[in-house]
């Protein structure tokens, strides 16, 4: 290590940015909606960011990540810094505006992708590399946040993602190569931005390459030396600290230490290394050990946290502490969930409370466990009382599960089953209809707010919502919709709305985290054994099978993306938490069959969001994730139509999962990607019946229904009329009703053209 180097000891990889109470998401809705102006909007996010800085200071931290504030997402963020936006959006003046077109499209230019962040629930945009690609460096968002924390007396720390990341997650478009084979084009560009970093006075700088933690690129241990050998050449530069979180860096870890970077991140919850010792190049690096986690809500065990650094003392010339990744995957503070019950709330630490775990640790390893003693005392005591809780143990929940498991989970054959159900509900070739949910109206959200407050009791509550509900259906009745949904006025979240009706989760009251650009969701605790103590949507759905002689979908969420979407167990195989979700699930669907519901959608959008990054763990977790699956829905007849639904990811890996869960049929995202799923799929064997989503609900642009005819018949090439349905890429809920039914009019009119041409 660089005798000029100054040597960290505390810090995080990231912070969250979309405010404690979500004043950012309001402030860029109030920003894209005319309320407020971009000063107004500027002023709201500079004060979060000074708020954040500043309690990670207070805490202890001695190096503040700078720069993990985004409007909307750090890899659009990226392709902003390289220069790397597609020319389409030149259109757009102001570069603000410019920049939420990209994210979300307008009237006249489609948004670029969006899918997950490796194995999170966090989605980012996924930037177009083409042959005409020329990248420039912009790095004005990068410098303004440096100076203002340098201003405010920060120890500031720029943080970039890497150009191994970026490339490798960028798409190819127009003919281009693969968006690696531009590194030549982009290194030179991080060598620039060193150099302007350094001249402003930025002594570290992280880069993130958590795409080393992966298997997706081949040659990466030795492209990671060749880039950051490079890089670490340079003059004038600040210490560079390159970060790797949600797993094992492998032979990344010797190939990076053999370069002149100073300091190397490594995710020790996710991807504990025990080869770390033998690196003897960590000799004169800082090793920065990531050993509270960063994505879960667990209290860090400090007890063991320490053994672990302590077993790092000699492997480099300096150890520093920090979370495992980014907190932006955990609630701010636990502080305001004030109705946990004292057990439960002694095991949980959310985003401040990791920072402060951050600095005791950091502050037991330079001047002993003695100066932390109650922290560990405190950790034990929590420990001891979440293995001794008998909510973590259902005997009953446990038996009834091995009985079923036992004598095999499963359905008829997909064609006896479609004989049956095109028997019983007698749809056109095309089906239309829609994925689930219905905007979140201005109404509904005052009648939730007014019910949680005490304002309106449970009758008025249901009330309102039944008259949402007959809304929804009558307007899907004008626009012609062959299979209807009750629009899910009643549900604030998909998960969530489960979750507070299955024994074993928590619900938090502020437990936000941000899913994409505005969206925020509230995940769940899982913290014991599941169980459903009673029906949880079947009220809802006879009753909007009441009003139409169509019909209904009843509407289930899976159980992978149950426990994709909470905040999971970390004391048993993640598997077993998924067949006790699943057990619920099926009982629903049993329930919703018994009352006369034809059609039931068990929802598994996270399905390639759980996937492991590596290769070697990949087929066992994909195995008991379509077990699961097909468990939740194996308790239903033949004549009764599963669907399923999956959204925003890459599906190339999960293919054959997708054909292995067997629902009659799967609703998939297709709109951004331009129907190659359907393809795909043809390709992999997959037989049941597709609905292609054919327009982006994530965009306020309404497609023309010229765009969707030509939609279909694109996947009419890969599939026949008899196997294909007609539906928007996922939910509604997040559009604004006149978006909906302008659109919804457009796709129906869309399908019956192509209905009349197949």
Known sequence: MSPTVTPFTATTLGSPRIGPRRELKRAIEGYWSGRIDKADLESV??????????????????????????YYDQMLDTAVLLGALPARYAVVDDELDRYFAAARGTAEVAPLEMTKWFDTNYHYIVPEIGPDTVFRLNPAKVLNELQQAQDAGVPARPVIIGPLTFLALS?????????????????????????????AGARWVQIDEPILVTDTLDDGPALAEQVYTTLGEVTERPAIFVASY???????????????VEAIGVDLV????????????????ILVAGVVDGRNVWRTDVRTALDTLDSLRNSAASIAVSTSCSTLHVP????????????????????????????????????????VASAIGEADAAAASRRSDPRLHNDDVRTRLSSILAS?????PAADRRTSQDARLNLPALPTTTIGSYPQTVEIRKARAAWVAGEIDQTEYTNRMKAEVESVIRLQERLGLDVLVHGEPERNDMVQYFAEQLDGFFATTNGWVQSYGTRCVRPPILY????????????????????????????????????????????QPLADSANQVALAIRDETVDLEAAGIAIIQVDEPALRELLPLRRKDKDAYLDWAVSAFRLSTSGVADSTQIHTHLCYSEFGEVIGAIAALDADVTSVEAARSHMEIVGDLTAAGFANSIGPGVYDIHSPRVPDTSEIVEGLRAALQAVGPDRLWVNPDCGLKTRKTDEVEAALRNMVDAATQVRADA
């Open 171 to 199: 798409k190819a478009v127009d003919g281009a190569s693969s968006p690696t084979e531009r590194l030549d084009d982009v290194v030179p560009l991080y060598v620039e931005l060193l150099t302007v970093l350094a001249d």
């Open 246 to 260: 949600f797993g094992a860096l492998g032979q990344a870890l010797p190939a990076l230490a053999r370069t002149p």
């Open 45 to 70: 996010a500079a004060d979060l960011r000074r708020q954040g800085w500043a309690e990670l200071t207070a805490a202890g931290l001695d190096s503040i990540p700078v720069n993990t504030f985004s």
């Open 332 to 371: 701010y503070s636990l502080t305001p969930e004030t109705h946990a019950d004292d057990a439960l709330r002694s095991w949980l630490a959310f985003g401040s409370e990791k920072i402060i775990e951050v600095a005791a640790l950091s502050a037991a390893l330079r001047d002993g466990r003695d100066r």
């Open 408 to 412: 095999g989970a499963s359905r008829g």
């Open 270 to 285: 996710y991807g504990s290394d025990p080869a770390i010792g033998t690196v003897s190049e960590l000799a004169d690096k």
């Open 528 to 571: 014991g054994d599941v169980a459903r103590p009673a029906p949880m949507t079947v009220e809802w759905a006879t009753y909007a099978q009441s009003l139409t002689g169509k019909p209904v979908k009843g509407m289930l969420t899976g159980p992978v993306t149950i426990l994709a979407w909470s905040f999971v167990r970390d004391d």
